[in-house]
């Protein structure tokens, strides 16, 4: 049974960090891109990093700068690193696990929440 579970997220002020983790299980790890999206109240789902299974990271243009992702294959793990957090950045954030191969099946985890306070 294949599982995504973040966790990190919660409540924290302008200007601050958190760190995300995602855990995948029933799956191999290493042959997985993974990726962080996130959703906010009433906007539709939306990039925000990925690791690919080659270490090749990529990141959406409004957390560049400010996001690092992260990933241990040891662990099987990703890591989302956010610093100078925006009111802007409140959302639920939401681990993908996509078969690294070309219409590779994905998968989501159920999403841990973040809110930045102004």
């Known amino acids: 049974q294949v599982q995504l579970v973040e966790s990190g997220g919660g409540l924290v002020q302008t200007g601050g960090s958190l760190r995300l983790s995602c855990a995948l299980s029933?799956?191999?790890?290493?042959?997985?891109?993974m990726g962080w999206y996130r959703q906010a109240p009433g906007k539709e789902r939306e990039f925000v990093a990925a690791?690919?299974?080659?270490?090749?990271?990529d990141y959406a243009d409004s957390v560049k700068g400010r996001a690092t992702i992260s990933r241990d294959n040891a662990k099987n793990t990703v890591y989302l690193q956010m610093n100078s957090l925006k009111p802007e950045d409140t959302a639920k954030y939401y681990c993908?696990?996509?078969?690294?191969?070309?219409?590779?099946?994905?998968?989501w985890g159920k999403g841990t929440l973040v809110i930045v306070s102004s």
């Open positions: 029933g799956r191999t790890f290493s042959s997985y891109d």
């Open positions: 993908n696990a996509k078969f690294s191969a070309p219409g590779g099946v994905a998968y």
């Open positions: 690791a690919r299974w080659s270490g090749v990271t």
